[in-house]
């Protein structure tokens, strides 16, 4: 099934969650402020938001980060981390080319893992997001549709029937950036 989404729909969802968690406009919630940095958001508040993008969307997002996979598919750390603890190229490259789109100016090589989270907007998160609903069935299970669309709930359903698909999650897709990232690279994966 395709995305039944438009990137601004998701855009504007995320900015309306991150509203009500935070507990501010969402005119303040500009793609390019930061989550942390510029909103104040705090571990909690991330948690909330997590909550509500899942209950409104029915969607799982990650409970891992992409630096987490990536490790995964290298069979390691080593690769990941100067002798600072700040992050190498490769790491920062993969980060770049995952579905959070972070462009070269906010993920570079020598950044900490914490200052690579505090560099999460909400565009990331939308990009993201949206992402996820790239990754629905190809056919419904209940009446072998190939069509979804936005229900009147908000959520993504058969377009046949009105069966709720279910995407892969989000560390299903974020996994699958990471190994695609490493192809391109031309990097062999940990096997196991």
């Not at 729909?9 to 793609?31: C, F, H, K, N, Y």
């Not at 100016?105 to 914490?114: D, F, K, L, N, T």
């Not at 609903?133 to 669309?149: I, Q, S, V, W, Y």
Request: charged content about 20%; proline content about 4%; glycine content about 10%.
């Amino acid at each position: 099934m395709q995305n039944p989404f438009e990137a601004e729909q998701i855009q504007e969802i995320v900015r309306e969650g991150l509203a009500q968690v935070l507990g501010t406009g969402a005119d303040s919630i500009t793609p390019e402020a930061t989550l942390v940095s510029d909103l104040g958001a705090e571990s909690l508040d991330l948690v909330e938001f997590r909550y509500e993008m899942e209950t409104r969307l029915g969607v799982a997002l990650p409970k891992s980060n992409v630096l987490d996979q990536l490790a995964s598919a290298l069979g390691g750390s080593e690769r990941l981390y100067d002798e600072r603890g700040g992050i190498t190229e490769l790491a920062a490259e993969v980060l770049r080319r995952s579905a959070f789109g972070y462009s070269e100016e906010q993920v570079h090589a020598g950044m900490r893992p914490y200052e690579v989270a505090a560099a999460a907007t909400s565009a990331h998160w939308a990009a993201f997001t949206h992402a996820i609903f790239d990754h629905l069935p190809e056919n419904c299970t209940e009446c072998g549709a190939d069509k979804a669309e936005v229900a009147a709930s908000g959520k993504a359903v058969c377009a046949g029937c009105g069966a709720v698909p279910e995407p892969a999650t989000g560390d299903e897709v974020m996994a699958e950036g990471v190994r695609s990232a490493l192809e391109a690279l031309g990097l062999p994966q940990h096997a196991g």
